[in-house]
């Protein structure tokens, strides 16, 4: 049963190691996957501690669905605080890592101290045992992986690795599983590379039964019919994520040249369709690949054909990648995306948090504030490729000068690098978002300015949000499984409604990241995908455990509480341009220059922003500064914390 | 998506409002339904004039690859001008 699935403590100081069942009060509070990590995160890291020292806790996990027979629950998630926040660090990842955990044995891994070498952690049928990584240090991840492989003997071992910007404590490196499954954003990857923990190797072979195998086969024959009958799924299926650029990039939501633009203008060859054509074994109906348990088959492969690069494999582009290697640095050739892609993969390195960086770093060349005696010679424009692959080089090897500075993080830089560069730097909480540019979309600005790990797409993001959708069925689809009745607007220009749509989001992806359910397969890029009233049969048939749609909704909003604490903890206050939830001055102060006659010349408005937040906070059970009512905590069942129940 | 009652989930319900062929015009005041001819490389929203290149996951199931530039970036200069004049 998923229910036999247990929780292992692992000090790398020490070499202890503990495991511990989790009870089913555990499961009906916290649920599993993000969920409990949160928990544990609240309860077992010290306050104020370096996130690179060993009091910093590393948490692993699988949702509490992951390996059962519900589809597309392969989620992996990683959490400690971040090193490039100082906030909350949670990253989460595809892949085949969280089945095989949850084979061995396991749902739930919390690492403590560090090791005094370089280690990786084995996790075979119930047993754990921490190996020497001497040899693996310094390989790339793909190297990685298979060395562990190839060292004990089994190619079906699934390994969670770190890549040379993990060794190197960049501070957005990534945890990497696969070719290109990344757990990349806040710098957990940095969180393992300073604990001197190469990788996390598992192999399990262990039953899971399901409580109800006939009804739960049956109910995800259904499960998978509406995932993949969804428009948004079809088109994943044959183009991955790359398909939201056209649209994207139609209107202006695509930051370009830093923040300058919110389009990349002529940017052809790095539309999806154009990839297919210049790679080979590439997207389309036919290379398309998935993570396990899933049919949308949403990731690409291909062959790099040109340049220095030809002949390599990888996968991908995401969306991500081409704004983060064409968009924002503003560079429009495919060989410079399907390179940048490839470099991130091997390096570990969060491509979001590196392409953002270096187009900041770009616009201060640009004007002056960096000079080439700062970049090593290195010209630095904006559309150049050679300059950006470097800058993706000298990032991840600490190389140079404003290499060593860039790999710090955003904020670190700025303070280093002085002048007004503070000022052109995109980021919250110390995070770079996506490329994209929420300036004609408050719903989505209060999402990136809101969300618990720093700008983030994927922690609010009401994404259907631009799909226009009549009044009625925003009422249908955000009115359950708590009523609300007031108003919701079809206009993504509006400033009403949207912050109920950004709470129900919230919670939403809560709740899926606590069943280890891909956010595709839910109310992300599709209105017609499963949320929360069609997850309880799912529970009850494979787990055995009754929820209602309600008490789904509860555990979320109770998770996203605890990581509401958490960042409090650590500093965050609400406009604080540094640590709280607010805006770059440059949505306020530069209209949009591009895009679709009623976006340019948009702005966001100051004060109907901050009216948003308030209602926003208000929804969440926090004053006005942003701090959670003392009745709200009490309702949550966290009047306590920390109450170490783990 | 009930496995043992006929009662349909929002996002069950929700399936019945898919239509294919056609899709939206995204500038955000407009939002109209566009419906290119099959096979067609591009389309033109009939009420705000952005043109758009097409791409065909399916015969019957067209996507905006992106837009055509020059047409849209006249209208978008045009547009910008108009509101700074107005400021």
Redesign the interface.
Known sequence: MAMKRKIAFIDLSTGKIETQAISEKIRRKFIGGRGLDSYLLYNHTEKGCDPLGPGNTLMISGGFLTATLASATARTHIMAKSPLTGLLGSANMGGFFAPELAWAGFHHLVIKGKAEKPVYIYIHNGEIEIRDATALWGQTTTETQWSIREELGDEEIKSLVIGQAGENLVRYANVMTGIKNSGGRTGMGCVMGSKNLKAVAVRGTMDINIAQPIEALEYNKKFIEQITSSKVNQTQGTLGTPFIWGATNSWGGIRTRNFQYNQCENADEIEPEAIDDIATETIGPHHMTGCFGCQVHCRAQYKITSGPYAGKYDEGPEYTSQGAFGGEPDCKKAETVLVGNHLVNQYGVDNLEIGSIISWAMELFEKGILTTEQTDGLDLSFGNDEALLEMVHRICLRKGWLGDVLANGGIPASETIGQDSFSYLIQVKGMSNLHSDERATPALALNIATSSRGSDHLRSRPAIDLYHLPEKVLHKIYGSPVPYEGKLSSEHTAYEGKPWQVYWQENCYMAVDCLGICKYHTVFLGPTLPNFEDWPKVIKYNTGLDFTPKEIWDVAVRCNMLERLFNLREGLTRDDLKKGDTLNHRYYDEPCQRGAPDVVGSTIDREKFKKMIDEFYLHKGLDNNGIPTPERLVKLGLGDEPSHLL | ????DQTL???????K??T?GKF?C??????GRLQPEAGEGQVKCPE?K?E??V?W??PD?P?????V?DV??K??E???KK??EEK
């Not at chain 2, 998506?1 to 043992?4: E, H, L, N």
């Not at chain 2, 995204?26 to 939002?31: G, K, L």
């Open positions: 998506m009930s496995a043992d989930s929002t996002a069950e319900s929700l399936r409002t898919r294919y939206r995204h500038n955000p005041s407009c939002m705000c952005m758009y290149r791409h996951i399916r199931f996507r905006i690859r992106g837009p530039w849209n970036r209208l978008a045009a547009a910008l509101k700074l």
